[in-house]
């Protein structure tokens, strides 16, 4: 796991394309390897299984909430 970037609030990643972002009923994801390690990871934006690239994780409830405030784009 490549960390790009921490702080107290968020942790930004490279996710390698095939490792999901959040935990499934078939395998964990690296949200569940984040909580491990920190006790707490929020997953700000999604990345599919299939899909390689930076992914935010918050490491605690008033990061996850502050970003979660913003509105979503979809494109």
């Known amino acids: 796991m490549?960390?790009?970037y921490?702080?107290?609030?968020?942790?930004?990643?490279?996710?390698p394309a095939g490792i999901s972002s959040q935990h499934t009923s078939s395998s964990g994801g690296l949200s569940d390897i984040l909580?491990?390690?920190y006790g707490?990871?929020?997953v700000i934006?999604?990345?599919?299984?299939?899909?390689?690239?930076?992914i935010v994780?918050?490491?605690n409830p008033n990061s996850?909430?502050?970003f979660?405030?913003?509105?979503?784009?979809?494109?």
């Open 64 to 66: 996850a909430s502050y």
């Open 57 to 59: 994780f918050a490491k």
């Open 45 to 54: 934006n999604r990345l599919d299984t299939v899909v390689g690239g930076l």
């Open 68 to 75: 979660q405030s913003f509105p979503k784009i979809r494109k």
């Open 6 to 15: 921490e702080n107290e609030d968020v942790v930004i990643i490279i996710k």
């Open 40 to 42: 707490y990871a929020s």
């Open 35 to 37: 909580k491990e390690k």
């Open 2 to 4: 490549n960390i790009v």
